[in-house]
């Protein structure tokens, strides 16, 4: 129980505020006439959205598909093993888990945006003197809420669970008083009043569909927050708290829509629900929305930190400065460059588009492009891991994948009003993940080309007399772990001398979120001096060599010296890349954080030597 509340907090604070904005935004897009037939066949349909989407799809099939309790397209990219099993079809797999990662980065600028905003603007209908500052006021939320992400989500994370048990039970009784009122409202929850409300409207009610599916955004948060929670406690907060109080909120809404015959003006101006509270107690639920909207933001935050690390793991993202924030949960990061990323990115996003209104039609693409890109590669997962047979996942899976594509082209004609941003963040993003996995994979290529078989310099040694330095310890770092470093050829070459004791050091990232510590270390012995050693760690770790030698091998680290190499990248016409994409690779290696913080090593012990590689 404990874990199913603070879950609240992290999981399900995007789709927890979608309240604020999903059935106004319904009626303003679409311009659905608010007649009772339309509010009971949108009540219908964002019920049957709800069920489909969330209880079947993600909890009910895809949440059981884990690599090793992690979740996220990342993960199931990794589940699908090496993509060449696939033929031709693998690569293209590998891509789109790469873009489906991509686009959430989108939904992360997105969602600070239009959550804080529509709460600023709940501020302006209650004083109509902060009419006019409701921009400049979730501006500055949004400043705040990035600058203390320094400080980590471990100091203010034990709040969120009780302040979103507090947001989802004020849903649930704001929902409830309206229900009362007209009980009869809960006929909605018939499919029958989805059916109608598309015969009825036709191509108007399906590009409602388009913005009905906001009432599921931050579904996707399920999955990727698997390894923090579980399977058990995510589905206990969906179950117990969150479904509820969303679907009690939603019918209270529509009631009070057709009680009070609102118009699609009065909708357009004041939001259906803060009027669902008495006139005294709206101050409050607006405190208590931006609240609940600071908490949906911080959820996506560290989702955008978590996705980062993964990435760089995975050699998908360059090495980024990458900083633990607590002692006792490794999942707790901060990255810089990505948290003043996306702050730039939201602020922008509120200047540009002034109202939540007009940043809905940005949000929602980015989703259920990432939705259908979960759905695609489960289907190729479900058969590899859970072991279903052929004719078994395409009867599950098809339905689902249906719904899928049948939002997202209702998705569609948001494109040219917003829609294009988390498009172009994507595929701007997808094209520079492959860039550099490609060229960490040519610069591997190219350093296997003239590389030193670890053997065979041995022997060499057995004949040849090296001068050794009498009492050193020296610990080369090496991508290959059969090959000698090309910082430790240069260190002979130049300097004719190597230390007594030699440690090529091959750090392993294993495509799992984490390893034991009893296989943290693996260290082989070999002839004159040399040793190989293996340091394995997960996706989702962070890499500290000097800590890991110091517990994990008899080695004094005091006396230890650590020699790296650093490549000198030159643009060629040689095959491998496309030049533009060669000198982005180039432009991106410059800027990386240096190989040394990155892994852990004392910088006063530490030397690097440069070589010139032709891509």
């Not at 909605?188 to 409207?201: D, I, Q, R």
């Not at 490794?330 to 996003?349: E, F, K, T």
């Not at 007009?358 to 929602?364: S, V």
């Not at 030698?549 to 680290?557: K, P």
Request: aromatic content about 10%.
């Amino acid at each position: 129980m404990a874990l199913a509340i603070t879950a609240l907090g992290v999981v399900f604070g995007d789709i927890g505020t979608s309240p604020l904005y999903a059935l106004r935004e319904t009626f303003h897009f679409s311009e659905v006439a608010p007649s009772e037939e339309n509010v009971l066949g949108i009540l219908s349909l964002v019920t049957w959205a709800l069920i489909i989407v969330i209880c079947i799809k993600y909890l009910l099939f895809i949440l059981r598909a884990n690599n090793n309790g992690e979740g996220g397209e990342l993960a199931l990219t990794a589940l699908l093993g090496n993509p060449k099993q696939y033929g031709k079809i693998g690569m293209l797999l590998v891509g789109l888990g790469i873009f489906g990662t991509a686009l959430i980065y989108g939904d992360g600028m997105i969602t600070p945006a239009i959550s804080v905003l529509a709460a600023a603007e709940g501020m302006g209908d209650q004083a109509e003197t902060l009419e006019n500052y409701t921009v400049p006021i979730a501006v500055a939320i949004l400043v705040g809420l990035f600058s203390v992400q320094r400080k980590g989500t471990a100091k203010i994370g034990g709040i969120f669970g009780p302040v979103m048990v507090l947001w989802f039970s004020t849903l649930g009784l704001l929902g409830v008083l309206q229900i009362l009122d007209s009980p009869e409202i809960l006929r909605a929850v018939s499919p029958t009043y989805a059916v109608e409300f598309f015969l009825e409207n036709q191509w108007t009610g399906y590009i409602a569909l388009g913005s009905i599916f906001l009432v599921v955004t931050g579904g996707e948060a399920l999955y990727a927050d698997l390894g923090h929670f579980g399977r058990k406690p995510i589905g206990q907060s969906w179950f117990m708290f969150v479904m509820p109080g969303l679907l009690l909120n939603y019918f209270g809404q529509g009631a009070y829509i057709i009680n009070n015959a609102l118009t699609l003006q009065n909708i357009e101006d004041e939001n259906p629900f803060f009027l669902l509270a008495p006139e005294w107690g709206r101050w409050p639920l607006v405190i208590l929305a931006t609240v609940a909207t600071i908490i949906a933001s911080q959820a996506l935050i560290s989702g955008a930190f978590s996705m980062t690390l993964q990435a760089v793991r995975l050699q998908y993202l360059p090495r980024l400065r990458i900083i633990h924030t607590s002692d006792q949960e490794q999942g707790q990061i901060y990255v810089p460059a990505v948290n003043w990323a996306l702050m730039v990115a939201s602020v922008g996003l509120v200047i540009g588009f002034q109202k939540a209104s007009n940043l809905a039609a940005a949000y929602g693409i980015a989703v259920t492009i990432s939705m259908i890109v979960s759905s695609t590669l489960f289907f190729v997962v479900s058969q590899k891991i859970l072991g279903w047979s052929l004719p078994k996942a395409i009867a599950i899976m098809l339905p689902i994948f249906v719904v899928d594509v049948a939002f997202f082209g209702a998705n569609v004609p948001k494109i040219p009003s917003g829609g294009w941003f988390p498009l172009i963040v994507g595929t701007a993003l997808l094209i520079l993940m492959l860039t550099w996995h490609r060229g960490r994979e040519l610069i591997r290529e190219r350093l296997r080309q003239g590389a030193v078989p670890l053997d065979k310099f041995i022997e060499t040694l057995d004949t040849k007399d090296v001068q050794r330095t009498e009492g050193t310890y020296g610990v080369y770092l090496s991508g290959e772990a059969e090959i000698i470093p090309p910082a430790l050829i240069s260190d002979l070459r130049h300097h004719k001398v190597l230390p007594e004791h030699v440690y090529l050091l091959t750090i392993v990232v294993e495509g799992t979120p984490t390893v034991l510590e009893a296989a943290r270390l693996r260290q082989e012995e070999l002839r004159h001096g040399f040793h190989k050693m293996n340091l394995h760690y997960g996706y989702r770790e962070k890499i500290d060599v000097a800590k890991a030698i110091g517990e994990h091998s008899t080695l004094n680290v005091d006396y230890l010296d650590y020699f790296i190499g650093r490549e000198a990248i030159v643009v060629t016409d040689k095959p491998g890349m496309a030049k533009w994409r060669e000198k982005l690779f180039v432009f991106t290696y410059r800027n990386t954080t240096s190989a040394s913080r990155y892994f852990g090593l004392p910088i006063d012990k530490t030397t690097q030597s440069g070589q010139h590689i032709e891509l």
